[in-house]
């Protein structure tokens, strides 16, 4: 049982919270973690890593689907999707049972309870046993979100659902209304969708993917809808309607409200921070729309108390929390670390096919006030591509005209999230277009796409 004095508390084991105890462990500081439910929170265990083991399933079974575009025969092709879940599941606890290990490893002291602030330096949790009264010189707050419940759309765990509810599903959608098309809600689309289901996407805004760059939501749209599935833009679900095994939903779109059938909506409308019940009020913490508000070095104004990861606003990213982890346990220890750009983290989407961005869009650079020069790159010029049987797909370079410097690169197609991490490196590094042009690509492969495009922002393509 932990007691007494710690340099620094975290409460919340999720990406941001048990690497920010590590880190600090690593410093040499003495570390406790207070946890309600899983130790590594909702990215481990309801998120990131169960919904990416889903969408492996679906990408093979696609791909078996396809077996005789690649020379192969496949007959009596299925799925069980109770195994498909379980398999999701095993991933997920494989995953918990890691950061228990390094935590251990680490020497970092584990508090399973739910955490309130009493007063400054001071943490009480509620456990099995009882409450113990913790302090610390620095205390860090990582408890996450949850998803934003919209009135009249709560889910229900039957007819409705939360993501929770879609990673465990009880049964397997035929008719399938997903509300919102950020990435939960196009991985979720996606993943039913290639299992069959008859799968509709209603966006509010007038793009699906609304974050990301115009071009590239366009041909993911495109390939959507190539799969089957119905894209509604400028869209509203204004009620749902619940009956036995049905649900109608009166949808708007250009002042005409729709009313449409199905089985299952799965709701993905955004996240809520978990801020209630922690005592931030009363300590002076200032909170705006559910997200505590921080300086560029996640501090709260509260003398020694920081918050990160998605309690501090977007990006909603587990990669963010993380490093914004690493350096809130510098600052405790006494270094003097980097603050975190958000415009310099990637985003990445799981869907078939697959998007990740970097920077500015092209058209948040003109609004910048940007002179930029932007290259284009589609899949069907790269031999790696065709040859692959992914040649759908486009790579996109915004430049500052004037200084050569990266703005942003914005991807769809086979493997993105994996090449993307080349455009971060680069803008991490201040790398310009001169670099990026004499850098010598492999061949054959992916990455040589993203060459391309740069070259194609200065009019040098080669291979279109």
Not at 12 to 34: D, K, S, T
Not at 101 to 113: D, F, R, Y
Not at 232 to 259: Q, S, Y
Not at 413 to 431: C, D, K, N, P, S
């Amino acid at each position: 049982m932990a007691t007494g004095n710690f340099d620094m508390i975290v409460i919340g084991a999720g990406p941001g919270g048990y690497v920010a105890a590590i880190r600090a462990a690593q410093l040499g500081l003495r570390v406790c973690v207070v946890e309600r439910e899983n130790l590594g929170g909702i990215c481990l265990n309801w998120g990131c890593i169960p919904t990416k083991a889903l969408l492996r399933s679906s990408e093979v079974f696609h791909l078996m689907e396809r077996a005789k575009d690649y020379g192969l025969s496949a007959d009596k092709i299925g799925y069980d999707l109770d195994a498909v879940v379980k398999r999701s599941r095993g991933v997920a606890r494989q995953m918990e049972g890691g950061v228990k290990h390094l935590l251990k490893k680490n020497k970092v002291e584990v508090v399973m309870g739910e955490a309130t602030l009493p007063a400054r330096g001071k943490v009480s949790v509620k456990t099995e046993k009882g409450t113990e009264e913790l302090s610390a010189k620095h205390i860090v707050l990582a408890t996450g979100a949850r998803a934003r419940e919209l009135p009249g759309l709560e889910a229900d765990g039957d007819l409705v659902w939360t993501y929770r509810h879609a990673l465990v599903p009880s049964r397997m959608p035929k008719k399938l209304l997903v509300i919102g098309s950020g990435a939960i809600g196009i991985e979720f689309a996606s993943f039913y969708n290639t299992l069959g289901a008859e799968t509709t996407v209603v966006e509010v805004m007038d793009q699906i993917l609304p974050v990301e760059d115009r071009d590239i939501a366009a041909l993911a749209k495109k390939q959507f809808v190539k799969q089957g599935m119905k894209i509604m833009e400028k869209a509203t679900v204004k009620k749902l309607d619940r009956a036995k095994g049905k649900v109608t939903a009166h949808v708007e779109t250009g002042g005409k409200v729709e009313k449409l059938e199905f089985d299952t909506v799965i709701s993905a409308v955004g996240i809520v921070g978990n801020t209630e019940g922690l005592g931030l009020e009363e300590l002076g913490v200032k909170v705006d729309r559910t997200h505590v508000v921080v300086d560029e070095y996640c501090r709260t104004g509260v003398e020694g108390l920081y918050a990160i990861g998605d309690i501090a606003g977007a990006p909603w990213l587990a990669h963010k929390a993380s490093h914004e982890g690493v350096m809130v346990a510098e600052l405790a220890a006494g270094g003097h670390p980097h603050p975190v750009r958000p415009e310099s983290i990637a985003g990445c989407t799981y869907c078939q096919p697959q998007v990740a961005s970097v920077g500015l869009t092209e058209a948040k650079a003109k609004e910048a006030g940007y002179e930029i020069r932007v290259g284009k790159f589609p899949f069907i010029g790269n031999g790696k591509a065709v040859a692959l049987g992914e040649p759908e797909g486009l790579v996109k370079t915004v430049f500052d005209a004037k200084t050569g410097e990266l703005l942003g690169a914005h991807m769809v197609g086979a493997e993105v999230t994996e090449l993307i991490q080349g455009f971060v490196v680069g803008r991490q590094l201040e790398t310009t277009e001169e670099d990026l042009m004499n850098t010598v690509f492999p061949h054959p492969t992916l990455s040589e796409m993203m060459h391309e495009s740069v070259l194609a922002a200065y009019d040098r393509v080669i291979h279109i």
